[in-house]
Nanobody, 114 residues
Framework: QVQLVESGGGLVQAGGSLRLSCAAS????????MGWYRQAPGKQRELVAG???????NYADFVKGRFTISRDNAKNTVYLQMNSLKPEDTAVYYC????????WGQGTQVTVSS
């Protein structure tokens, strides 16, 4: 059984930064692809960034150059460094682990004020 726990969300002014963390239980983290998604009120959940088990990353166009995804396999943790935040980045952010099946965390709220 895999459990994912996100942390690091909060309220920040436009232009500010936040670092999200997602800690995974279980023994499959290092061989799993990880991703960060977000869902704003009234909108569908969307991919923000992903990282393969080998460390290859991909980003949604709307965060390129501002967000960075990384992973620490020794700590079973994936991170999302978010810089130059905009009000439109306001959403609940979720991490996902994919290894055959998919597992989701409970989400962490990010609110960016203008």
């Amino acid at each position: 059984q895999v459990q994912l726990v996100e942390s690091g969300g909060g309220l920040v002014q436009a232009g500010g930064s936040l670092r999200l963390s997602c800690a995974a239980s279980g023994s499959i983290f290092s061989i799993s692809a990880m991703g960060w998604y977000r869902q704003a009120p009234g909108k569908q959940r969307e991919l923000v960034a992903g990282i393969t088990r080998g460390g290859t990353t991909n980003y949604a166009d709307f965060v390129k150059g501002r967000f960075t995804i990384s992973r620490d396999n020794a700590k079973n943790t994936v991170y999302l460094q978010m810089n130059s935040l905009k009000p439109e980045d306001t959403a609940v952010y979720y991490c996902k682990l994919r290894r055959g099946s998919e597992y989701w965390g409970q989400g962490t709220q990010v609110t960016v004020s203008s």
